[in-house]
């Protein structure tokens, strides 16, 4: 049996008959627009049918019933899921979900979605996802703590440092990683800090994680504006979304001589043409319960407006699905950088990629989140704490790795960068699944 995955021409494309076009939707949630990409990315690739199916089908799903004594004494019972999507390249890594919209469908494409991730950026890990169906705002600490520990006592089988690391995700943070971690620990008997990713870093997180994902996107931004011959040092960004990855990533590339036109957050936008000062956005920010409404150092505009502004870099970095067929056309940045999961449609790629302009796709541009949970695994694991220091220069590096390997693939095969993201992705696992071999 032949044991590589070959890049198949990109002229050949369209001879790999046997995969159905992929079928277009009027509205698509990101993960029909994921499944898009992986079908595209695999055509190109001529992935052979039977890869094509293991690929795309998740390798376990875990379904559990968790019944919480809640404060006031009735008993309800939770639905939580677990889906290991791939565990071909290594244990499988993925975050766990507290939000009341999760059901299996989406833990099982966000699974997909962190196998691709982690390939791409080439750390050893396999993709996961879990989630449990509840409304954690209107609940106790006592009753996620205990909604936490029965999750970690059901899954006790299937985590494990080893075999299927969790990490926070919507409605869960270090709080609640460090109850699983304590839960997950009892039941072994021992402190088994490795289990879960995302912990205080008191009790063995990482320096570096909080800033990591919008550093990644920092870093992947420079090193395209390098091959797009654009200076940072004139020039101009919007960034949409000022939490965790859009405030870190304003930072850092003001750091880097870029002027930031434009931030935004759930209260509006916030535009000034001689650009804003981000460590007073902060400030205020910071005064006013993470909100950036009434802020003075700006004009007021829409979050429709501040992604069709006429800047260098454009950094979507607030949620799903903002950049769509209807305003693709308007978009006057020269690139686009995703710190956000899936801001793009799948109808509006051929749109930018027609008008010339470039993307940094998620599945590269925020990779540096994952990149330093697997450094937080490694240092665990080590038992040793490495300096914020280390952590930053290593993921430096992976992620400009990774930005240079698939620049390299788009241009081989004049694809986006995303669908080269892909095809390095899907080629990766593919190989490696071949030379592991199946039944
Ligand atoms: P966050 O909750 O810290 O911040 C989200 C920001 O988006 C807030 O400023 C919020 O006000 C703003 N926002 C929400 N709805 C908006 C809207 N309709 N219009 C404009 N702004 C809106 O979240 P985060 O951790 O920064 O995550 C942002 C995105 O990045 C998400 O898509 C997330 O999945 C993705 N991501 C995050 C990480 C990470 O390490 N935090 C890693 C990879 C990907």
């Not at 879990?130 to 520990?149: D, F, H, N, T």
């Not at 939490?243 to 509006?268: F, H, P, T």
């Not at 005064?287 to 501040?306: D, F, M, P, R, V």
């Not at 490694?378 to 400009?400: C, F, H, P």
Request: glycine letters at 8%; charged letters at 25%; one cysteine or more.
């Amino acid at each position: 049996m032949a044991i590589s995955v070959t890049f198949v021409p990109f002229k050949n494309r369209l001879t790999m008959a046997y995969i159905e076009p992929a079928p277009i939707v009027d509205k698509e949630n990101p993960f029909e627009a994921m499944m898009s990409r992986f079908h595209t990315a695999a055509q190109i690739l001529g992935l052979e049918e039977q890869v094509y199916n293991v690929l795309k089908s998740p390798a376990k799903q875990v379904t559990v019933s968790l019944p919480v004594t809640m404060d006031d004494g009735t008993i309800k019972v939770f639905e939580g899921y677990r889906v290991i999507h791939s565990t071909i390249l290594g244990p499988s890594k993925g975050g766990i979900r507290f939000d009341p919209e999760v059901n299996i469908d989406e833990v099982k494409a966000l699974a997909a979605w962190m196998t691709w991730k982690c390939a791409v950026v080439d750390i050893p890990y396999g993709g996961a996802k879990g989630g449990v169906a509840c409304q954690p705002r209107e609940m106790s600490a006592g009753e996620i703590e205990r909604l936490m520990r029965a999750y970690t006592q059901a899954m006790s089988d299937v985590f494990g440092p080893d075999q299927d690391i969790p990490a926070p995700d919507m409605g869960t943070g270090p709080r609640e990683m460090a109850w699983l971690m304590d839960q997950y620990s009892r039941n072994k008997g021992m402190t088994v800090s490795a289990v879960v990713t995302g912990k205080p870093i008191v009790m063995g997180g990482s320096l570096g994680r909080t800033e990591a994902t919008g550093r990644g996107v920092m870093v992947t931004a420079l090193a395209a504006m390098e091959k797009l011959k654009i200076n940072p040092f004139k020039a101009t960004c919007a960034v949409q979304g000022f939490g965790n990855v859009g405030s870190w990533a304003a930072q850092l590339l003001e750091d880097r001589g870029l002027k930031i036109l434009s931030i935004s957050d759930v209260s509006g936008a916030y535009f000034n043409d001689h650009g804003i000062d981000i460590q007073d956005a902060l400030k205020y920010r910071d005064a006013h319960k993470g909100s950036l409404e009434g802020y003075k150092g700006a004009e007021k505009i829409t979050n429709e407006e501040l992604l069709t502004l006429p800047v260098d870099l454009l950094v979507p970095a607030a949620k799903e699905d903002v950049i769509t067929h209807l305003n693709a056309p308007k978009i006057q940045a020269k690139l686009i950088v995703e710190g956000a999961n899936g801001p793009t449609s799948s109808k509006a790629d051929g749109i930018i990629y027609e008008k010339g302009i470039s993307v940094v796709p998620d599945i590269l541009a925020n990779a540096g989140g994952v990149t330093v949970s697997y450094f937080e695994w490694v240092q665990n694991r080590l038992g040793y704490k490495w300096t914020a220091e280390r952590v930053n220069r290593r993921s430096d590096r992976i992620m400009k790795d990774a930005f240079d390997n698939v620049y390299r693939v788009s241009n081989e095969y004049k694809v986006s960068m995303r669908i080269a993201a892909y095809m390095v992705a899907i080629d990766k696992v593919a190989k490696t699944y071949k030379f592991r071999g199946g039944f």
